[in-house]
Nanobody, 115 residues
Framework: QVQLAESGGGLVQPGGSLRLACATS????????IFWVRQPPGKGLEWVSL????????YYANPVKGRFTISRDNAKNTVYLQMHNLKSEDTAMYYC????????RGQGTQVTVSS
């Protein structure tokens, strides 16, 4: 079955950067769509970005467009989310998932943006 495991979160100051990783297994990585979603404190899941691993096509939610970059390494079956110019409103638990409602998401990785 699909298994996803997130890593790379942490505490960062506003304007800082982090790179999250999503290690995957249980499916054909080179022909799939992987989503990043996040859950801010006290709020529901929100979609952040997605990548089509077959052709590398990417999509971003408006709040992160121009600051976040999603990528994949087909040799490592891993998807990354590079985050720059982080803001306090990016504080959330971040998950990779099969869809925008968080199917098959892992334990998540916490990102906290604070001075």
């Amino acid at each position: 079955q699909v298994q996803l495991a997130e890593s790379g979160g942490g505490l960062v100051q506003p304007g800082g950067s982090l790179r999250l990783a999503c290690a995957t297994s249980g499916f054909t990585f080179s022909n799939y769509r992987i989503f990043w979603v996040r859950q801010p404190p006290g709020k529901g899941l929100e979609w952040v970005s997605l990548i089509n691993t077959a052709d590398g096509e990417t999509y971003y939610a408006n709040p992160v467009k121009g600051r976040f970059t999603i990528s994949r390494d087909n040799a490592k079956n891993t998807v990354y989310l590079q985050m720059h110019n982080l803001k306090s409103e990016d504080t959330a638990m971040y998950y990779c998932a099969e869809d925008q409602v968080g199917t098959s998401r892992g334990q998540g990785t916490q990102v906290t943006v604070s001075s």
